[in-house]
């Protein structure tokens, strides 16, 4: 990860599977960022992975940071901001998400309401309440293209929110989570329009086919570091020419 140097960073669902596999990378860099901040809904739950045994680091945690709930994430934009000092915030990854099986037939309005809520308009909510913070840190990197390294939204999606390709259908078809990744991906986009004007980034990664909670008792092909791995050289390389793009972690463009 040699292009990709930060001096700080905010992961949202931090306690585990991706977003503590982003922590745990970024920890190990040669020049890890000053700053790593971990977002996550229950900083004291069973679940949290984010004690020291885990990373090997005491992390400031940002939570409780509940995507879904405005008041929450800008109390956790209050106390980034409060770390930094004064400094911008150079990137945000909106990784905390949920999914709830279910097929066409049984789908239901709370089921797509909740699911909604946390994986389209969480991102929303992050990138407004963070905006002031990502523009500061554009401002103080010289340079006039657009980087991960000055300032960049990465949103976490899916392949399964490809309208042109109806990714694994046959192995569950999860319509809630499906939509609420295809508007993810015009979210991004629409980020990607208005934000570039204040030097900020946005990007689009389907992680991969990964082995995490979410996954369910089917065993996915492909692991958590090797995904947050393979995103992270991805970061480093990224520029202009790719802000608003769908990309999985490997690099390649995915169809909408």
């Known amino acids: 990860m040699a292009g990709l140097h930060v001096r700080s960073v905010l992961v949202t669902g931090a306690n585990r599977g ?20 971990a977002g996550c809904r229950d900083p004291k739950g069973q679940r949290r992975g984010l004690q020291h045994g885990d990373t090997g680091s005491d992390l400031p945690c940002v939570g409780p940071a509940e995507v879904s709930d405005p008041t929450s994430i800008k109390a956790a934009a209050a106390k980034v901001g409060e770390h930094l000092g004064g400094s911008g915030l150079n990137l945000l990854i909106n990784n905390a998400g949920m999914a709830k099986p279910c097929s066409l037939d049984n ?85 990607s329009l208005a934000y570039k004007e204040h030097g900020i980034l946005c990007i689009t990664f389907h992680p991969g086919w990964v082995q995490t909670d979410m996954t369910g008792t089917r065993e996915p092909p492909l692991t958590v570091d ?21 990309l999985d972690w490997e690099g390649k463009v995915l169809p909408w």
Not at 18 to 30: E, I, N, R, S
Not at 236 to 246: L, P, Q
């Open 107 to 191: 789908e239901t309005p709370e089921n797509m309401i909740q699911v909604y809520t946390t994986n389209t308009v969480g991102p929303l909510l992050m990138g407004q309440a963070f905006l002031p913070l990502l523009k500061k840190a554009a401002q103080e990197t010289p340079g006039s293209g657009l980087s991960c390294s000055k300032a960049a939204i990465v949103n976490m999606s899916s392949y399964a929110g490809s309208i042109e390709d109806m990714y694994v259908w046959e192995f569950g078809q999860v319509v809630s989570y499906r939509c609420s990744k295809a508007a993810l991906n015009m979210l991004s986009k629409c980020q």
């Open 226 to 246: 090797d995904s947050v791995q393979g995103m992270l050289k991805m970061l480093s390389s990224i520029s202009e020419k790719e802000t608003g793009a769908f």
């Open 18 to 37: 991706l977003g503590l596999g982003f922590v745990q990378h970024f920890l190990k860099m040669p020049n890890p960022p000053q700053w790593i901040f």
